[in-house]
């Protein structure tokens, strides 16, 4: 399975962003669908995680402003996020996890900047 990321772009301050992240095939089997970001000079961190069976996990620092959700009929993932400020500005990459395999898209930037 390949992940492809997509959505980023340039945005201000309080707008919002959906990014997609598409599987090329079935994520089904996939225990956990994830997001993550790396900031500049930082270490890639965990913004939001979805399991198989629809149970969600976020960040503190962005609970209450994204919202994680999955596609199974359309092997998809999405990130909405709301209330965007400068702190959300990073590559974001999604993540399939299953025992045994652990595959990564290639990232899409988003810069959050007035």
């Known amino acids: 399975v390949q992940l492809q990321a997509s959505g980023g772009g340039l945005v201000q301050p309080g707008e919002s962003l959906r990014l997609s992240c598409a599987a090329s095939?079935?994520?089904?089997?996939?225990?956990?669908m994830a997001w993550y970001r790396q900031a500049p000079g930082k270490q890639r961190e965990l913004v939001a995680r979805i399991f198989n069976g629809g149970a969600t996990n976020y960040a503190r620092s962005v609970k209450g402003r994204f919202t994680i959700s999955r596609d199974d009929a359309e092997n998809t993932v999405y990130l909405q996020m709301n209330s965007l400020n400068p702190e959300d500005t990073g590559v974001y990459y999604c993540n399939a996890l299953r025992p045994g395999l652990d595959v990564w898209g290639q990232g899409t930037l988003v810069t959050v900047s007035s």
């Open positions: 095939g079935s994520i089904a089997s996939f225990n956990i």
